[in-house]
């Protein structure tokens, strides 16, 4: 324990033990972040109605596509930073970190007015406009107001991950941990209080999630500055040349283009999800499906949370080695994480499969009148196909992670092209193959299944490339030469 609450350097000590030391806060963190989601879902799913549930279950891949984004370039921009701590160099981390405010600060003015102006374009490409039917006006007015509210507070998420970042860089995943744990809290008091007092309903939801979330970054950027002294900023730290500023984007944004190009993936399946509660003219008539795998999403993002620790892990020791040139210390950990993500499957991926028994996740979102033995068939089949072919998902965290470390994000990125080629062809395609024509309401089980199948193969398809990344700059015996060249 000892050990969890100090900054790392990964360049030493034993390999497996320190990736787990750093992972676990990471995974603690993640997990609370789960529970902004859950808690959502759980207080909306007791006081508003099935409509305005399965509103607020659409919009998790558009708040996914923004989330992501803000995850995957600041977790580029910390592999600068990284590479400067490994090889002990003071300025270097306090101008990268300087750089990734001013950056940053302008990223999420940018991606504030581009989302606000792209709502309404992107419910319709998930299949919601507003209509005089009940049940649709009520789905897509509730989709609306949250995800206006979330999109509004996307400085929070930025800012938020880019703190988390650039003290996971420096060896130090605890300090977001404490500081996320009491904005969950907080969160959950807010979703309480703005929507079972002041009955702001979705509107509620959604503020207490922007609120909670800009506390934890404030918070945790007053503690940096507090306990690290070494890397207080002042003025000059912020005159920066506009060529150590492309380095930063160079290795930010095709990290973050990928996790948001994968979330456009995950739209279109959505919108293949909203076909099966729509009748033969394109009108959403009920919210089985979308309640149903829903739920289904939402645990299983809670579940991939430990290979999206061991992964975020990753490339934090890789970039620390790669600074302090130990590349026989990067194929080791490596391999440690490939064996750690595999206990993990049968971990998680076991709880998954036990908690699928009778639907019973579906009671941790629901109160038992939303939940239906079609929903429950809905969410079930995505668990299934999930879970049992969890572990490509694992290779998928561990090598993209390392290979990001490495200061290599073309192999990531196209594996982030690829998994959305297969993602959206598997959904498109397969569903009304299997259905023996157009996808709604009255669609076949193994329709379903089809659709379901859409995150393994667009994970497998991802693997090629990364595992191709794996040889290249791990495993082969120029993997040295490969990695240093144009550094």
Same mark, same amino acid.
């Given at each position: ?23 676990i806060?990471?995974?603690?963190s =993640? ?14 799913? *007791?006081?508003? $109605? ?12 558009? !708040? ?19 590479? =400067?701590? +490994? ?48 049940? *649709? ?11 206006? !509210?979330?999109?509004? +507070? ?6 938020y ?20 744990f ?13 929507? /079972?007092?002041?009955? &702001? ?10 609120i ?11 503690f /940096?500055?507090?306990? #690290? ?8 730290? &912020?005159?920066?040349?506009?060529k ?5 984007l ?18 279109? !399946? ?11 003219? $394109?009108?959403v008539?009920?919210?089985?499906? *979308?309640n ?5 999403v ?18 934090? #020791?890789?970039? *620390?080695?790669? +600074? ?5 210390? @990067? ?15 049968? @971990? ?10 009778? +639907?019973?996740?579906? #009671? ?25 072919l969890? &572990? ?33 062809? !598997? ?40 595992? /191709?990344?794996?040889?290249? #700059? ?8 490969? @990695?240093?060249?144009?550094?």
């Amino acid at each position: 324990m000892k050990n969890l609450f100090k900054q790392m350097d990964l360049t030493k000590g034993n390999i497996t033990k320190n990736i787990l030391l750093f992972s676990i806060p990471i995974l603690l963190s =993640y997990l609370l972040q789960q529970i902004y989601t859950i808690s959502d879902a759980a207080i909306c799913g *007791q006081f508003l $109605n099935a409509n305005e549930v399965a509103g607020i279950n659409n919009t998790s891949n558009l !708040v996914f596509m923004v989330l992501q984004f803000a995850i995957g370039v600041t977790a580029g921009f910390s592999v600068i930073t990284s590479t =400067y701590y +490994g090889n002990n160099d003071e300025t270097g981390i306090k101008k990268s970190f300087a750089v990734q405010i001013k950056l940053s600060l302008y990223l999420s003015i940018f991606l504030t007015i581009l989302s606000v102006i792209m709502i309404n374009p992107l419910l319709s490409l998930i299949g919601l406009s507003d209509s005089d039917n009940i049940v *649709q006006h009520e789905i897509y007015s509730a989709s609306y107001t949250y995800i206006l !509210v979330i999109y509004l +507070g996307i400085i929070t998420q930025v800012f938020y991950n880019l703190i988390c970042s650039f003290l996971r860089s420096v060896g130090d995943s605890t300090t977001p941990l404490i500081f996320l744990f009491i904005s969950s809290i907080l969160n959950i008091i807010l979703d309480l209080f703005f929507i /079972t007092v002041f009955k &702001f309903g979705v509107f509620g939801a959604a503020l207490a999630t922007v609120i909670a979330q800009g506390i934890s970054a404030i918070g945790c950027f007053t503690f /940096t500055f507090i306990k #690290y002294k070494d890397y207080r900023l002042n003025i000059n730290d &912020f005159n920066i040349n506009l060529k150590f500023s492309i380095k930063h984007l160079k290795m930010g944004l095709p990290l973050a283009l990928q996790f948001s190009i994968l979330a456009i993936g995950l739209i279109v !399946v959505q919108s293949v999800i909203i076909k099966f509660d729509s009748n033969s003219l $394109n009108q959403v008539v009920a919210s089985d499906a *979308q309640n149903g795998i829903g739920a289904a999403v939402k645990l299983n993002n809670l579940l991939m949370c430990p290979f999206s620790a061991l992964g975020t892990a990753m490339i934090t #020791y890789c970039s *620390q080695n790669l +600074g302090a040139n130990n590349f026989t210390r @990067i194929k080791k950990g490596v391999n440690s994480a490939i064996i750690i993500m595999l206990f993990e499957y049968i @971990i998680f991926g076991g709880i998954g499969l036990l908690l699928s028994i009778n +639907g019973a996740y579906l #009671y941790i979102f629901y109160s038992t009148d939303k939940i239906t033995p079609l929903s429950i068939k809905y969410g079930n089949a995505y668990m299934l196909c999930d879970m049992l072919l969890y &572990f490509i998902l694992g290779f998928l965290y561990v090598f993209r992670n390392s290979i990001q470390g490495l200061g290599k994000p073309l192999f990531p990125f196209l594996a982030g092209i690829g998994e959305l080629i297969a993602r959206v062809a !598997v959904a498109i395609l397969i569903p009304p193959l299997l259905n023996n024509g157009p996808i709604n309401n009255s669609a076949n089980t193994l329709s379903i299944y089809g659709l379901c199948f859409a995150d393994p193969a667009a994970w497998l398809f991802a693997c090629i490339f990364l595992l /191709t990344a794996g040889w290249l #700059y791990v495993y082969s015996k120029n993997a040295k030469n490969r @990695i240093t060249k144009n550094i």
